[in-house]
């Protein structure tokens, strides 16, 4: 009898282990393109009875970056952690800081953001669905998430995300670079190792979003494994839930076991 190939008996295993991540811990692939990314931010507006409000990621990242947002403006990086108040979008803070009728339509128009009722809510639904489609028809494509490969819309020019906004931003200096790559081996033989590139994230997450909390400044320090990935840690934090899918492991696994 011939001998199984021990890298063809690990890429089994890892085929396996993907079946089960996904059967169990997985709760965000199965978000349609067009929602995925959206966050339902109801931590007061559920206790007054009112509808949530619905913030889009794909909108507003087609416009600035990550870090102008989870940097400067503090948003949280998990889902109802802000504890945005009327208040705060008045004195400019959060969605204020944007929504003044200059940089975007103004806090006045309340019900561009707080649906009226649930068939409103659904009619804005409906309305989100058409502009997603509009935008994506000129975007480099991709499989999963927003079906957009974001990475590539910057690089082609079809989206410029201001990474600056004055009055709330330091006046930028020159930009912080590293383009340190942080390769990584998995725990499981057999199944290509992770590059993570420093140039390709700082461009929409500078270094804050990711340090000194989720990640040590010290080459292999971090612990981290595929499991609390899909729990929506470390990578997981951004990778299932905002940035590309977690479906799509050979962009993480991508380089070749030598042999
Ligand atoms: C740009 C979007 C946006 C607009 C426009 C907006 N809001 Fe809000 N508002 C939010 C978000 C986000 C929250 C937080 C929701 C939550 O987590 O429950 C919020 C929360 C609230 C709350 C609950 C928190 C609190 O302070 O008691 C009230 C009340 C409220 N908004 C009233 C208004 C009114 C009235 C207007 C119009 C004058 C308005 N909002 C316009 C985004 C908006
Ligand atoms: C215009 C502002 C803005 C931009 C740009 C933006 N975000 Fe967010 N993000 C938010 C808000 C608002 C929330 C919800 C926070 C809350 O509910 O307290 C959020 C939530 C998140 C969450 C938590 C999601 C969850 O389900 O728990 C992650 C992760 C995240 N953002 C990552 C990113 C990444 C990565 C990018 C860039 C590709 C990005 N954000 C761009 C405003 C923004
Ligand atoms: C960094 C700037 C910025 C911040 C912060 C921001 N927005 Fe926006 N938003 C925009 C711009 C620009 C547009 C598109 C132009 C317009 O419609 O005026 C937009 C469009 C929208 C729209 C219409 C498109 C859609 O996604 O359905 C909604 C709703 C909205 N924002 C909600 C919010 C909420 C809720 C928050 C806070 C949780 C927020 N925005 C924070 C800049 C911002
Ligand atoms: C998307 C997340 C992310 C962003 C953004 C990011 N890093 Fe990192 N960084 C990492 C990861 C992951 C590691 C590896 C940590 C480990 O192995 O424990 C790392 C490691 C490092 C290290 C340790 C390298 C060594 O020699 O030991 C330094 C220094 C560092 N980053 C600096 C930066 C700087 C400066 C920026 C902004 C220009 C930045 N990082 C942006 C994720 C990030
Ligand atoms: C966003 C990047 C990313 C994606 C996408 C990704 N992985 Fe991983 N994977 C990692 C990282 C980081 C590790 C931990 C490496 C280490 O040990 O330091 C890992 C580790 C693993 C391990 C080793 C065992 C363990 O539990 O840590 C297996 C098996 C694995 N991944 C399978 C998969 C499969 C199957 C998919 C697709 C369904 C996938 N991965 C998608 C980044 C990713
Ligand atoms: C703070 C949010 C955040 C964290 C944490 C994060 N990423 Fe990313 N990553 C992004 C964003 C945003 C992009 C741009 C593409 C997109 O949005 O789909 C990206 C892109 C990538 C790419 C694509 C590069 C290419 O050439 O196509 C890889 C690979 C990747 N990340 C791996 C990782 C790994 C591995 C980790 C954990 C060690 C990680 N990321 C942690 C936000 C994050």
Redesign the pocket.
């Given at each position: 009898m011939q001998k199984i190939p021990q890298k063809a008996f690990c890429i089994g295993?890892?085929?396996f282990?993907?079946i089960s991540?996904?059967g169990t811990e997985q709760t965000q692939a199965a978000a349609k393109s067009y929602e995925f990314g959206n966050v339902t931010m109801n931590h007061a507006t559920k206790s007054q009875g009112g509808e949530p409000v619905i913030f889009r990621h794909w909108s507003h990242r087609s416009k600035y970056t990550c870090r102008l947002c989870h940097v400067d403006l503090e948003f949280s990086q998990v889902a109802n952690e802000t504890g945005v108040l009327e208040e705060d979008n008045r004195a400019g803070m959060f969605c204020g800081a944007c929504h003044n009728g200059k940089e975007a339509f103004a806090i006045d128009n309340c019900t561009a953001c707080h649906p009226k009722n649930k068939q409103h809510a659904k009619e804005m639904e409906r309305q989100a669905k058409r502009d997603f489609q509009k935008l994506r028809k000129n975007m480099p494509p991709s499989v999963y998430g927003n079906k957009i490969d974001w990475m590539q819309a910057e690089v082609d020019g079809k989206i410029t995300p201001k990474d600056f906004l004055p009055g709330i931003s330091l006046q930028k200096t020159a930009k912080l670079v590293n383009k340190r790559d942080e390769p990584?081996?998995?725990?499981?033989p057999g199944?290509p190792d992770?590059i993570?590139s420093h140039s390709k994230h700082v461009v929409w997450n500078g270094c804050g979003m990711c340090h000194p909390d989720t990640f040590a400044l010290e080459t292999g320090k971090t612990?981290?494994?595929?499991?609390e990935?899909t729990q929506g840690k470390?990578?997981?934090r951004c990778?299932g839930t905002i940035a590309?899918?977690?479906?799509?492991?050979s962009?993480?696994?991508s380089k070749p076991i030598s042999q």
């Open positions: 295993i890892a085929v282990m993907a991540f996904y990584r081996t998995p725990a499981l199944l992770i993570f612990k981290m494994s595929m499991k990935i470390f990578c997981g990778h590309f899918a977690l479906n799509d492991c962009r993480c696994h």
